[in-house]
C-alpha cells in the first residue's frame, strides 16, 4: 500500500499519458462555477459526448494544463493532467491558480501529525521538535521553520532539521494516505519519507 501524495499522483498520470511529458505541463488551474455535490468530468476527447476518463473535485485547485488547447463548436477545452487523470476538461469551468493567492502566513498552525506508508512511519511536528517514528528507530530533532514559500505550485514552508536537512510542508489541500478516503492539507517530504499531514474535517 502507498502513500499517494498529490505529486506523486501527478507523475503516475504524465506516465500513463503517452503524449504529455512533465515539459509539456505549463499551467496550473482551478476548478471553479462546479456545485458543491458534483464534479468536472475529465473526457477522453475534446467532446461531452466522449467516454469519461475521471472526475475533479469541485474545489480542486491542482489541474495542469499541457498547453494543448482545442475549440470544438462554442467549447473550449484543455488538455489537463491532475490526480484524477488524464484528458480533456470544458475550460468554462477552469480558472488559472496562483498558489500566492493562498499563501499562509508566516505562522504555521502547529502542532501537526503526519505519517505515510512504505514503511509505515509518523511524525509529530512541535513549535520546536519533530519526532519520527519508523519501524526501526525513533528519534527526536530542533527544528527552525522557514517560509512561507512556493514550491510545485503550492505555498507551503521549509522547516529545516538542526540545520542540515529540511522538510518541506506543502499546502495542497487535496494530500491522500493511499488506504481511506481521508484528505490531508499538507504533503510531507524530507527527502526521504513522503506522507501526508493535518486530516481535513
Same mark, same amino acid.
Given at each position: 500500500m502507498k502513500a499517494a501524495s498529490t505529486v506523486l499522483a501527478i507523475a503516475f498520470a504524465l506516465l500513463a499519458a503517452p503524449f504529455a511529458t512533465a515539459q509539456d505541463v505549463e499551467m496550473r488551474w482551478r476548478v471553479t462555477g462546479v456545485a458543491e455535490n458534483d464534479v468536472l468530468n475529465i473526457r477522453t476527447s475534446p467532446s461531452a459526448d466522449s467516454e469519461i476518463a475521471g472526475a475533479i473535485p469541485f474545489n480542486s485547485v491542482s489541474v495542469f494544463s499541457t498547453g494543448e488547447e482545442k475549440t470544438v463548436g462554442s467549447t473550449s477545452w484543455l488538455n489537463t493532467i491532475?490526480? *484524477?487523470? *488524464?484528458?480533456?476538461?470544458? =475550460?468554462?469551468? $477552469?480558472? &488559472?491558480?496562483? =498558489? =500566492?493567492?493562498?499563501? &499562509?502566513?508566516?505562522? $504555521?498552525? $502547529?502542532p501537526l501529525s503526519c505519517g505515510g506508508t512504505e514503511p509505515f512511519w509518523s511524525a509529530d511536528i512541535s513549535e520546536n521538535s519533530v519526532r519520527v517514528t519508523t519501524p526501526e528507530h525513533e528519534a527526536g530533532f530542533d527544528i527552525q521553520r522557514d517560509g512561507p514559500l512556493i514550491r510545485r505550485g503550492a505555498a507551503g514552508w521549509d522547516i529545516r532539521i538542526q540545520g542540515a536537512s529540511s522538510i518541506i510542508l506543502l499546502e495542497t489541500w487535496e494530500c491522500s494516505d493511499g488506504m481511506s478516503e481521508t484528505v490531508y492539507r499538507y504533503e510531507y517530504d524530507d527527502g526521504g519519507l513522503k506522507g501526508c499531514c493535518g486530516a481535513l474535517p
Open positions: 491532475s490526480p *484524477y487523470g *488524464y484528458g480533456w476538461v470544458n =475550460a468554462k469551468f $477552469l480558472e &488559472p491558480f496562483d =498558489a =500566492a493567492e493562498i499563501m &499562509p502566513d508566516e505562522n $504555521l498552525s $502547529l
